[in-house]
């Protein structure tokens, strides 16, 4: 297991080879250990841990909880090694956020990938609904970076239970992930976000210069549109929320918008990026209502999409200007919808 202890972010390998000390059942043992330590709970902080062995009521009980804490973490450091592929591991936002992701395939070219909020259709979501496209790009070559956002998958929360409140942050995961891919030894990075993956995307890539290229499907402009009546977030200026739209024009690096027609707001605010983003952008509009994942891994649109999406990785360059390709003709991009009043049920 690898901590990275003096960049922006730290890796804890989850699987390990532990070779002939304790065979299988160790390593059994040690993963259940840490699957529960790590990524069931937010992992301490060093002030935590202290906190807990200072405690005034049981500080016996503190000291005890410290000390396991401890070990929980220092002894899969002490035995474990790089993982292998596909092996999640975690990564640490700059906020101290733990969060899971894993790597698939080879090469130097990398492509991170920011999945969706949960849907009606797509629920829960995490990164394994990236499996099927994931598996494309690895064939093609690609090294794929994907993670669970904080709150979401094998992640644990911070704010709250509810994944709406995690929200505004998950910004910080991209940049982790750069960092990481950039340590990583990558050539390239290409970014992919669906939903609300691509709106964090969108903000992020107005200030990290490492992105080759990156691509937004079905994605809000700002998210969440709203805040839960009871958050305890909201602020006096409103609820916190990443905002892709207001940062898309200081995007430098080619971009692909893609979305589906019928797709609630996704056609309008896919537009909106469009007309706010600089040169070069590419714009891609289904008759569908479809949203994120479920457009690449449909049956009948997903096989163009997907093709749609490797042409742009290829050959980023071959975007001139602002290219529009519209399979909707019929629908108006212009017409504004706004998400439904339950907001558990907004695409994201």
Request: with cysteine.
């Amino acid at each position: 297991m690898r901590l990275a202890a003096d960049g922006p972010y730290a890796a804890l390998r989850l699987h390990s080879a532990l070779g002939g000390i304790g065979g299988v059942t160790m390593r059994q043992r040690l993963q259940h250990l840490v699957d529960s330590v790590l990524l069931k709970l937010v992992p301490p902080s060093p002030e935590r841990i202290q906190a807990l062995a200072s405690n005034h009521w049981m500080p016996f009980v503190g000291a005890l909880v410290a000390i396991a804490l401890a070990l929980a973490i220092a002894v899969p450091l002490a035995l474990t090694t790089k993982s292998d592929q596909n092996d999640p591991f975690v990564l640490r936002s700059a906020d101290g956020a733990r969060f899971v992701a894993e790597v698939n395939g080879d090469g130097d070219t990398w492509v991170l990938l920011g999945h969706m909020f949960p849907t009606k259709r797509t629920k829960p979501t995490h990164r394994g609904i990236w499996d099927k496209f994931a598996e494309r790009l690895v064939a093609e070559g690609y090294r794929v970076l994907r993670w669970d956002f904080r709150c979401h998958g094998d992640t644990p929360c911070v704010y709250s239970n509810r994944p709406i409140e995690d929200v505004p942050e998950i910004y910080l995961e991209w940049e982790a992930a750069i960092d990481y891919a950039v340590e990583e030894g990558a050539d390239e990075i290409y970014g992919i976000g669906v939903s609300m993956g691509g709106t964090s995307l969108m903000q992020v890539a107005a200030y990290r210069d490492e992105f080759t290229a990156v691509s937004a499907i079905s994605s809000p402009n700002i998210f969440p549109n709203k805040p839960q009546k009871d958050s305890d977030r909201s602020r006096e200026d409103g609820f916190d929320k990443i905002d892709g739209l207001s940062t898309v024009a200081e995007i430098e690096v080619p971009k692909l918008y893609i979305a589906g027609a019928r797709n609630q707001c996704s056609y309008w605010q896919s537009n909106r990026y469009f007309k706010a983003a600089g040169e070069p952008v590419r714009f891609v509009i289904y008759e569908t209502d479809l949203h994120g994942t479920e457009i690449l891994d449909d049956d009948e649109i997903g096989p163009d999409a997907v093709g749609e999406v490797l042409d742009f990785l290829e050959d980023p360059g071959g975007v001139l200007g602002k290219e529009k390709r519209n399979l909707a003709p019929d629908a108006d991009p212009h017409t504004e919808c706004w998400p439904p009043e339950d907001d558990e049920d907004q695409d994201g």
